[in-house]
Structure formats: structure tokens, C-alpha cells
């Protein structure tokens, strides 16, 4: 079965750095469109950072500058290096794999930024 996997997630200095990392497993990962959505509660999921099967990517205004997507088609895992990391930052940050109808979320890693 599919299995997204993230790791790399805790508790982190304002201005500080942290890289998330997720791990696919039961899909043909170099087709799949790969990326991070992040989630405060009460609130909705929304997009940071995508990047596609071919390497283009989108991100979120708010993230512009201070995070990186890529991704390693060898070892079938997706990365997002956050750099300057600000409290807002601070929530569950989710991977997603899509493809065509295909729709797959990991189960979440937290990050916290203490200000």
C-alpha cells in the first residue's frame, strides 16, 4: 500500500532552520506530483511548497525566500529545507503525492518555532 513518511519535524529558535523529509513507498514516485501543506488547528490545510514530476515549483507567498522543495527520485523522498523560521511557521506540516485522481497525504510531523 502507499505510505508517505515524514520525519524532521520539532521545536526550533525563531530564525532558525529545519529540514522535513518524506519517504514514499507503493507508488511510482518520479510521476507523482510532490508536496508540503502545513495545518493549525482550526484552521485549513494549506499549501507551502509543490514541485512537480518535471522539477517546477510553486510556493506560497508567505514562504517565498526562506523555504526549498526538492526532490530525490532515487530514493523516492521529497525535502523541504525551511531556513529563517518565524512563530508563524509554527504547525503540522503534511506530504502529499498526487496524481491524476490519485491523492496521498502522510500523517503529519510538527513544527514549532519559539519566538
Known amino acids: 500500500q502507499v505510505q508517505l513518511v515524514e520525519s524532521g519535524g520539532g521545536l526550533v529558535q525563531a530564525g532558525g532552520s529545519l529540514r522535513l523529509s518524506c519517504a514514499a513507498s507503493?507508488?511510482?514516485?518520479?510521476?507523482?506530483?510532490m508536496a508540503w501543506y502545513r495545518q493549525i488547528p482550526g484552521k485549513q490545510r494549506e499549501l507551502v511548497a509543490l514541485i512537480t514530476s518535471g522539477g517546477s515549483t510553486t510556493y506560497a507567498d508567505s514562504v517565498k525566500g526562506r523555504f526549498t522543495i526538492s526532490r530525490d527520485n532515487a530514493k523516492n523522498t521529497v525535502f523541504l529545507q525551511m531556513n529563517s523560521l518565524k512563530s508563524e511557521d509554527t504547525a503540522v506540516y503534511y506530504c502529499?503525492?498526487?496524481?491524476?485522481?490519485?491523492?496521498?497525504w502522510g500523517q503529519g510531523t510538527q513544527v514549532t518555532v519559539s519566538s
Open positions: 507503493g507508488i511510482i514516485f518520479n510521476r507523482y506530483s
Open positions: 502529499n503525492a498526487k496524481l491524476f485522481q490519485n491523492n496521498y
